[in-house]
T-cell receptor
Framework: AQSVTQLDSQVPVFEEAPVELRCNYS??????LFWYVQYPNQGLQLLLK??????LVKGINGFEAEFNKSQTSFHLRKPSVHISDTAEYFC???????????FGAGTTVTVRA | DARVTQTPRHKVTEMGQEVTMRCQPI?????VFWYRQTMMQGLELLAY????????DSGMPKDRFSAEMPDATLATLKIQPSEPRDSAVYFC?????????????FGDGTRLSIL
């Protein structure tokens, strides 16, 4: 099973500033990669996914992520955050051919005015 | 938008009581997952089903937890007897395995408190 490390548990950021959330996974075998967002008292919503192809993936709400196979990383970025981006963000990985996801511990992003 | 529906959204009960959580997956999805979320352990996979058959329940305490899919529109997770350490948010997710590894879609969860 994959191991997923989200390097920051809490990220405070000012509105309109950029943010980067870091994610590393354990295995160099072929993987699918996902970022999910969880707003308070809600389930997880998919932000973006990497299955194959271009290593730069664009998702909803202005987020993007870059897959780096040599670094086994999949960092999430947004150039300018809004108050509404305050949420918890989860990185998830599955081996290709296996539908099970391994989740990181989550990163709480707090956006302040 | 199609959604995964979980009921109840909140449940408070006393230790020793039976708890049943229900999930209606998105119509047409062939795979259903049960997750548990706690502050200490994060998101843990408890069990998952494909085409209603259990594929993996290794994450589930077998002595008190059981998961079933009586039909394609209903998945259940039962705890009997419940214990305070079972307090958590339980999420159901559904997906369509076999189609470019489509992402899992999550319900809003059942927040369970065992007193």
């Amino acid at each position: 099973a994959q191991s997923v490390t989200q390097l920051d548990s809490q990220v405070p950021v000012f509105e309109e500033a950029p943010v980067e959330l870091r994610c590393n996974y354990s295995s160099s075998v072929s993987v699918y990669l996902f970022w999910y967002v969880q707003y308070p008292n809600q389930g997880l919503q998919l932000l973006l996914k990497y299955l194959s192809g271009s290593t730069l993936v664009k998702g909803i709400n202005g987020f993007e992520a870059e897959f780096n196979k040599s670094q086994t990383s999949f960092h999430l970025r947004k150039p300018s955050v809004h108050i509404s981006d305050t949420a918890e963000y989860f990185c998830a990985v599955s081996d290709q051919g296996d539908y099970k996801l391994s989740f990181g511990a989550g990163t709480t992003v707090t956006v302040r005015a | 938008d199609a959604r995964v529906t979980q009921t109840p959204r909140h449940k408070v009960t006393e230790m020793g009581q039976e708890v049943t959580m229900r999930c209606q997956p998105i119509l047409g999805h062939n795979t259903v997952f049960w997750y548990r979320q706690t502050m200490m352990q994060g998101l843990e996979l408890l069990a998952y089903f494909r085409n209603r058959a259990p594929l993996d329940d290794s994450g589930m305490p077998k002595d008190r937890f059981s998961a079933e899919m009586p039909d394609a529109t209903l998945a259940t997770l039962k705890i009997q007897p419940s214990e305070p350490r079972d307090s958590a948010v339980y999420f159901c997710a559904s997906g369509l395995h076999g189609y470019s590894n489509q992402p899992q879609h999550f319900g809003d969860g059942t927040r369970l408190s065992i007193l």
